[in-house]
């Protein structure tokens, strides 16, 4: 692992463009900011956003992450679950994650 810049907000974009980043890590100080890391994870899918509170005690990973979920038997039931919520609770069985 290695750090290969240190940029302001203005610049993040370009930083990852130049750079191939896998993971940027950010100080988190407003829940507004989700709006800017979804806009980089658009631009920049491989990307993982690692956004770290002012106090570093906590912190959150943003990520684009493609998956299939199995939703079991097709039932009206089963596939209003799978629209309206998590799928994972339609089924017990594992999620399975495309790579």
Known sequence: ??????????????AIQRTHADV????????S?????????LRHPQLRV?????DCKSGCLYDLRPRRVRIGTISAHNLAKAIRGP???VTSEKTHEVH
């Open 1 to 14: 692992m290695a750090i290969v810049d240190k940029v302001d907000a203005g610049g993040l974009s370009a």
């Open 24 to 31: 940027v890590v950010v100080g988190h100080d407003a829940e």
């Open 33 to 41: 900011e989700r709006d800017l890391y979804m806009s980089l994870l």
């Open 50 to 54: 690692l956004a770290v509170a002012a």
């Open 87 to 89: 799928a994972r609770t």
